[in-house]
Nanobody
Framework: QVQLVESGGGLVQAGASLSLSCAASGLAFESYSMAWFRQVPGKEREFVARISQSGRTTNYGDSVKGRFSISRDNAKNTVYLQMNSLKPEDTAVYSC?????????????????WGQGTQVTVSS
């Protein structure tokens, strides 16, 4: 059974930093590209960042470029999202996702497995 479990969310002030983790189990982690998405109630899920199976390639959504950084540790089956210079508009539920197919996709429908999500709230 595949499980993706996020942690690290919370309430912070604007300008602060926060680090999220997503621990994976039940899958060959090194064979999956991993991504972070976020969602606000009433809005569509938004692509945040993606990292290739090897970790050598990363991609970011325009709204987080230069502020967020995605990384992974294949030995620990974990993907991370370092979020700096947080803004109130970053407030959302952040979920990690795994995709077996190679290639870059920002389409949530192309991801095979999802975590439950962790709430990030940024106050002004």
């Amino acid at each position: 059974q595949v499980q993706l479990v996020e942690s690290g969310g919370g309430l912070v002030q604007a300008g602060a930093s926060l680090s999220l983790s997503c621990a994976a189990s039940g899958l060959a982690f090194e064979s999956y590209s991993m991504a972070w998405f976020r969602q606000v109630p009433g809005k569509e899920r938004e692509f945040v960042a993606r990292i290739s199976q090897s970790g050598r390639t990363t991609n970011y959504g325009d709204s987080v470029k230069g502020r967020f950084s995605i990384s992974r540790d294949n030995a620990k089956n974990t993907v991370y999202l370092q979020m700096n210079s947080l803004k109130p508009e970053d407030t959302a539920v952040y979920s990690c996702a795994a995709r077996r197919d190679r290639g870059y996709s920002v389409d949530a429908r192309r991801y095979d497995y999802w975590g439950q999500g962790t709430q990030v709230t940024v106050s002004s």
